[in-house]
């Protein structure tokens, strides 16, 4: 009787609470949310033979391109020394900050003032997917 309670219990706790439930909404589940959007925005803000430096969560999105770097997060300690990284050699950068991991608010203005300064213009900010250009390009 208790083994039978305790899995009536768990089965309870699964349907109501559990947020894999199929009660859970499960037509939202694969879809894209806004955050997405505003990486296909990025995608199709840029000139398509532009060289890329992009974020992890931005490199299946632009595998189709001749030139194109991931951007490494764990350079952001260094503000200056991440811009020089970012920058080389690319006319477009695309961070998205859901992929920075610890970076700080403080690491992620001082690589974005670093980024300006090397010449790139932010063309857009929209949901923490930020896209900086080259000027003239």
Request: charged content about 25%; aromatic content about 6%; some cysteine.
């Given at each position: 009787?208790?083994?039978?309670?305790?899995?009536?219990?768990?089965?309870?706790?699964?349907?109501?609470?559990?947020?894999?439930?199929?009660?859970?909404?499960?037509?939202?589940?694969?879809?894209?949310?806004?955050?997405?959007?505003?990486?296909?925005?990025?995608?199709?803000?840029?000139?398509?033979?532009?060289?890329?430096?992009?974020s992890?969560?931005?490199?299946?999105?632009?595998?189709?391109?001749?030139?194109?770097?991931?951007?490494?997060p764990?350079?952001?300690?260094?503000?200056?020394?991440?811009?020089?990284?970012?920058?080389?050699?690319?006319?477009?950068?695309?961070?998205?900050?859901h992929?920075?991991?610890?970076?700080?608010?403080?690491?992620?203005?001082?690589f974005?003032?670093?980024?300006?300064?090397?010449?790139?213009?932010?063309?857009?900010?929209?949901?923490?997917?930020?896209?900086?250009?080259?000027?003239?390009?």
């Open positions: 009787r208790v083994l039978i309670t305790v899995l009536l219990a768990c089965l309870s706790f699964y349907v109501l609470i559990a947020p894999s439930t199929p009660y859970a909404r499960p037509w939202g589940w694969g879809s894209r949310d806004a955050v997405d959007g505003a990486r296909l925005d990025a995608r199709t803000s840029i000139g398509k033979d532009a060289s890329v430096r992009a992890a969560s931005m490199l299946t999105l632009l595998a189709q391109r001749q030139l194109l770097y991931p951007l490494d764990a350079t952001f300690r260094d503000a200056s020394r991440a811009a020089a990284t970012a920058t080389h050699g690319v006319d477009v950068v695309i961070v998205d900050r992929d920075l991991g610890h970076a700080t608010r403080t690491q992620e203005v001082g974005e003032l670093a980024v300006v300064q090397r010449g790139f213009v932010k063309r857009s900010d929209d949901l923490g997917i930020v896209v900086f250009v080259r000027r003239g390009h």
